[in-house]
T-cell receptor, first 110, second 112 residues
Framework: GQSLEQPSEVTAVEGAIVQINCTYQ??????LSWYQQHDGGAPTFLSY????GLEETGRFSSFLSRSDSYGYLLLQELQMKDSASYFC???????????FGSGTRLQVQP | DGGITQSPKYLFRKEGQNVTLSCEQN?????MYWYRQDPGQGLRLIYY???????QKGDIAEGYSVSREKKESFPLTVTSAQKNPTAFYLC???????????FGSGTRLTVV
């Protein structure tokens, strides 16, 4: 089976940098994805890491270390609109479907 | 515009009733998925389908059923056997990459 661990809540101020960590256990592994979900809305895809290293997309970056079964999402120059829940997810080789973590609620304060 | 349409947005069900949630996509995606989300929690996989006329159980399939007769459509039936159906239901699809899901806007089901 699969399991993912991420912090339940993170608070930061506008303009700051925040890192949301994710550790995973899975029997087979394709890669680690990140999704953003605003209250009452649908999740939207942010990034995907199949290989070790850092992937950058604008203010958001995502990192993966396959040897450590660990990844993180880095959000820079935080804005109020970044207040949302962030989910890491793994795509395992056996099932070909995403398994999601329980989510990290990010609160950006003025 | 391509996307996924879920209907209805809100649904109320009486105890003992079956209800069907609609999910339609015009993205030409082969794979489709149903997830359940409870307040303050992550998404749990109910059923998924990689191709027409084929589907597999996810982690919490008991009390649910699906069909995949057309590529565009993947309806979910919540049966009376589902003991605690009140939740937010999300449908998703993806193409050959499998990792970048597109989600519908969800159906909020409440048992009254």
């Amino acid at each position: 089976g699969q399991s993912l661990e991420q912090p339940s809540e993170v608070t930061a101020v506008e303009g700051a940098i925040v890192q949301i960590n994710c550790t995973y256990q899975t029997s087979g592994f394709y890669g680690l994805s990140w999704y953003q979900q605003h209250d009452g809305g649908a999740p939207t895809f942010l990034s995907y890491n199949a290989l070790d290293g850092l992937e950058e997309t604008g203010r958001f970056s995502s990192f993966l270390s396959r040897s450590d079964s660990y990844g993180y999402l880095l959000l820079q120059e935080l804005q109020m609109k970044d207040s949302a829940s962030y989910f890491c997810a793994v795509l395992d080789t056996g099932r070909r479907a995403l398994t999601f973590g329980s989510g990290t609620r990010l609160q950006v304060q003025p | 515009d391509g996307g996924i349409t879920q209907s209805p947005k809100y649904l109320f069900r009486k105890e003992g009733q079956n209800v069907t949630l609609s999910c339609e996509q015009n993205l030409n995606h082969d794979a489709m998925y149903w997830y359940r989300q409870d307040p303050g929690q992550g998404l749990r996989l109910i059923y998924y389908s990689q191709i027409v006329n084929d589907f597999q159980k996810g982690d919490i399939a008991e009390g649910y059923s699906v069909s995949r007769e057309k590529k565009e459509s993947f309806p979910l039936t919540v049966t009376s056997a589902q003991k605690n159906p009140t939740a937010f239901y999300l449908c998703a699809s993806t193409g050959t990459g499998l990792n970048g899901y597109t989600f519908g806007s969800g159906t909020r089901l409440t048992v009254v």
